[in-house]
T-cell receptor
Framework: EAGVAQSPRYKIIEKRQSVAFWCNPI?????LYWYQQILGQGPKLLIQ????????DSQLPKDRFSAERLKGVDSTLKIQPAKLEDSAVYLC???????????FGQGTRLTVV | DAKTTQPNSMESNEEEPVHLPCNHS???????IHWYRQLPSQGPEYVIH???SNVNNRMASLAIAEDRKSSTLILHRATLRDAAVYYC??????????????FGTGTKLQVIP
């Protein structure tokens, strides 16, 4: 079974630039999560989708972050404009509707300079 | 969300058992106890979960206190590959399927050869 795919693995940008991350969840998984993990901390949930609808985006900084999951399959997370404090690993995870286990991708490491 | 408390770090000798504690004194009757671990430079991976009874799988055992206010993840023979951050998480399946997977700071396990 293919896992959660994320790209790119690494990205370095200057502050005030824009960046986008892509996630392809495991086939058939209705729930998709984006997390931000700052060095030394646990992952923080940014947004949760159920199919193509948002069910929780309470911790997403909406003035600069946006996410979409068109057609309920793959998803894109965008930051515009980036700040130094956005340097982190961005993790995508997916889970089947009736399952208990969330499956994580390897993440995208973003460095903002 | 009910909170969990874990030690920041622990050490174990290789091939010895490891007991990783988690306190969750405000756990509700419908919260399941989940454990995930995160190897270096990887996304988190599911380890085990349980409700009231002790649970065993190929990776670990989960011992749950009778009052459910604490639990212990047991690795029977630690290997170098078990060096990771271990997260104890509470999840309520009655939350309509829109379950958050909320991480704390976890316990960093160091395995000494």
């Amino acid at each position: 079974e293919a896992g959660v795919a994320q790209s790119p693995r690494y990205k370095i940008i200057e502050k005030r630039q824009s960046v986008a991350f892509w996630c392809n969840p495991i086939s058939g998984h209705a729930t998709l999560y984006w997390y931000q993990q700052i060095l030394g901390q646990g992952p923080k949930l940014l947004i949760q989708f159920q199919n193509n609808g948002v069910v929780d985006d309470s911790q997403l900084p909406k003035d600069r972050f946006s996410a979409e999951r068109l057609k309920g399959v793959d998803s894109t997370l965008k930051i515009q404009p980036a700040k130094l404090e956005d340097s982190a690993v961005y993790l995508c995870a997916s889970r089947p509707l009736s399952g208990t286990e969330a499956f994580f991708g390897q993440g995208t490491r973003l460095t903002v300079v | 969300d009910a909170k969990t408390t874990q030690p920041n770090s622990m050490e174990s000798n290789e091939e010895e058992p490891v007991h990783l504690p988690c306190n969750h004194s405000t756990i509700s009757g419908t919260d399941y106890i989940h454990w995930y671990r995160q190897l270096p430079s990887q996304g988190p991976e599911y380890v085990i979960h349980g409700l009231t009874s002790n649970v065993n799988n190929r990776m670990a055992s989960l011992a749950i206190a009778e009052d459910r206010k604490s639990s212990t993840l047991i690795l029977h023979r630690a290997t170098l590959r078990d060096a990771a951050v271990y997260y104890c998480i509470l999840r309520d399946p009655l939350a309509g399927g829109y379950q958050k997977v909320t991480f704390g700071t976890g316990t960093k396990l160091q395995v000494i050869p």
